[in-house]
């Protein structure tokens, strides 16, 4: 078995980097083979746009799908994003940490996503959801804040972050992962998560040593539960009779304006 480790935060000596580190080290303990990418450290570019292909489909307008397309077609799909694409497609478990950063992801990581889900050879309007490429794969993500955990909750402050979380998560779906209940870790960076308990623990020790523990129980972690295919009309919509699991895909219109 192979898992691919990603990191999107910026210092290696964070605690998302001390938690990649222990998931690979977890994962080497378990008996998987491992890949990782720091994304920051690689200095991968973000951007999608048309000066990462030096021949273009359409010379006169840049459309990113057009461009993904066509050079998927032709094997010549830029370097750097075909490399991850491969790391993606060759692991069995993909393991993603990153910070929540103004309620989303980093802007890395979402760039990561833009140029490596790529159209032609990642996922086409046949081959997403059900019949995606990664089907039969696995996803989790471990995700820190630096609000607390009432903050965090359903009724607190800041708001619930698993709902943040869904949207964020949803591209792994729709490629074919089976997406695991994510993993948050709240109240990382302040002085509160450092210190020393009576036990010689900080709640930063407790974390790294959950994640370990979830990493060595992942084959029984629980799915995120999404729609299946059959789910929806041919117009796409969800179906009276079929069942909502989430607020973004429901039998009823949620006003929040």
Same mark, same amino acid.
């Given at each position: 078995?192979?898992?691919? !480790?990603?990191? +999107?935060?910026?210092?290696? %000596?964070?605690? =998302?980097?001390? $938690?990649?580190? #222990?998931?690979?080290?977890?994962?080497?303990?378990?008996?998987?083979?491992?890949?990782?990418?720091?994304?920051?450290?690689?200095?991968?570019?973000?951007?999608?746009?048309?000066?990462?292909?030096?021949?273009?489909?359409?010379?006169?307008?840049?459309?990113?799908?057009?461009?993904?397309?066509?050079?998927?077609?032709?094997?010549?799909?830029? !370097?750097?994003? +075909?490399?991850?694409?491969? %790391?993606?497609? =060759?692991?069995? $478990?993909?393991? #993603?940490?990153?910070?929540?950063?103004?309620?989303?992801?980093?802007?890395?990581?979402?760039?990561?996503?833009?140029?490596?889900?790529?159209?032609?050879?990642?996922?086409?309007?046949?081959?997403?959801?059900?019949?995606?490429?990664?089907?039969?794969?696995?996803?989790?993500?471990?995700?820190?804040?630096?609000?607390?955990?009432?903050?965090?909750?359903?009724?607190?402050?800041?708001?619930?972050?698993?709902?943040?979380?869904?949207?964020?998560?949803?591209?792994?779906?729709?490629?074919?992962?089976?997406?695991?209940?994510?993993?948050?870790?709240?109240?990382?960076?302040?002085?509160?998560?450092?210190?020393?308990?009576?036990?010689?623990?900080?709640?930063?020790?407790?974390?790294?040593?959950?994640?370990?523990?979830?990493?060595?129980?992942?084959?029984?972690?629980?799915?995120?539960?999404?729609?299946?295919?059959?789910?929806?009309?041919?117009?796409?919509?969800?179906?009276?009779?079929?069942?909502?699991?989430?607020?973004?895909?429901?039998?009823?219109?949620?006003?929040?304006?």
């Amino acid at each position: 078995m192979k898992a691919h !480790i990603v990191l +999107a935060h910026p210092e290696a %000596k964070s605690f =998302n980097g001390h $938690l990649a580190r #222990v998931t690979d080290a977890t994962l080497d303990r378990e008996g998987w083979a491992r890949s990782f990418t720091d994304l920051y450290a690689s200095e991968f570019d973000p951007c999608e746009g048309a000066p990462h292909y030096a021949t273009r489909a359409d010379k006169t307008y840049f459309h990113a799908q057009t461009e993904q397309r066509y050079h998927a077609d032709n094997n010549t799909t830029p !370097i750097d994003a +075909a490399e991850e694409r491969d %790391k993606l497609l =060759n692991c069995d $478990l993909l393991v #993603v940490h990153f910070p929540l950063w103004w309620f989303g992801m980093p802007a890395m990581l979402k760039g990561w996503i833009d140029r490596v889900f790529i159209y032609g050879s990642v996922y086409k309007s046949q081959m997403r959801y059900d019949n995606g490429i990664c089907r039969g794969k696995k996803m989790i993500a471990c995700i820190t804040t630096g609000a607390s955990t009432d903050s965090c909750g359903f009724n607190g402050r800041e708001g619930d972050t698993h709902l943040f979380a869904w949207p964020m998560l949803f591209p792994y779906r729709y490629i074919g992962f089976d997406v695991l209940e994510p993993i948050v870790f709240h109240g990382i960076g302040g002085v509160a998560s450092i210190e020393k308990h009576e036990d010689g623990f900080s709640d930063l020790d407790r974390y790294a040593e959950e994640w370990s523990n979830c990493l060595c129980d992942i084959e029984s972690r629980n799915c995120i539960p999404y729609n299946s295919d059959d789910d929806f009309d041919r117009n796409k919509v969800l179906k009276p009779q079929s069942p909502s699991y989430s607020p973004f895909v429901s039998h009823s219109k949620i006003k929040l304006w």
